[in-house]
């Protein structure tokens, strides 16, 4: 039995060949899309459990595809890039990407950054299954949120995100726990994917100019969630 369901978004033939071949010999099942223009549609079709999504791509590059994946797709999206410099990573995050490896990927390190993925992907939620702060309501059995009776549109790693400070709302979180829950494992602590996430939750909560009032920034120890 296969572990879970990846869809790999490569134009590189051999690339694309060999990866499916390594993934498959760790036991999951992988489908190849080569253009960007049919790799909307086969997310929505086959709803894959992750996505490796190149960003060089024919018909469709990989940050449209992204842009309009994560209008109806939730799960884990990890990105192949050439490019490893500042403004590449925070727009990458921005567009909805979990994580993103640079080119040329080792294999093992992309399997290791696959299994977090989809280790976050289906987090431990709390016992109850209706979690109010506020104006924010979490339905933690069907992954919805609503804030304001707005429902929001979040991706995975954010929706991992608020969930965790909503558990501990009127606490301190600190940054190395935003750490563990973004990428599952360990990783550098001074990793700003987790600033860039808190920055889209602000933004969506409507509270993204500061003073914050919803999500505040606790100087040298990490961030907190307004009780009330």
Excluded: W
């Excluded at 925070?90 to 993103?100: E, H, P």
């Excluded at 790693?157 to 750490?179: F, K, N, P, Q």
């Amino acid at each position: 039995m296969s572990k879970a369901n990846i869809l790999i978004v490569e134009d590189d033939k051999e690339i694309s060949r060999l990866t499916a071949m390594y993934l498959e010999a760790e036991g999951y099942s992988t489908h190849i899309i080569n253009n960007g223009l049919h790799a909307v549609t086969a997310v929505r079709l086959e709803q894959p459990e992750l996505i490796i999504l190149d960003l060089m791509l024919p018909g469709l590059d990989g940050v449209s595809v992204c842009k309009q994946v994560r209008k109806f797709y939730r799960g884990p999206i990890l990105v192949l890039t050439a490019c490893s410099d500042d403004i590449s990573e925070v727009s990458l995050l921005k567009l909805g990407a979990d994580d993103y490896l640079t080119k040329p990927v080792r294999p093992h390190v992309m399997l290791a950054r696959i299994e977090a993925l989809l280790r976050r992907s289906q987090p431990i939620v709390p016992s109850q299954k209706q979690l109010q702060v506020g104006q924010l309501m979490i339905d933690t059995s069907k992954q919805i949120v609503s804030y304001d009776d707005l429902t929001l549109v979040l991706t995975t790693a954010e929706y991992d995100m608020l969930l965790l400070l909503a558990s501990h709302a009127g606490t301190v979180v600190s940054r190395e726990d935003c750490c563990r829950a973004l990428r599952g494992i360990d990783y550098d602590f001074n990793d700003r994917s987790v600033d860039m996430r808190i920055s889209g939750l602000r933004k969506k909560l409507n509270d993204d100019t500061p003073p914050y009032k919803t999500i505040l920034t606790i100087r040298n120890k990490g961030y907190m969630l307004i009780d009330g």
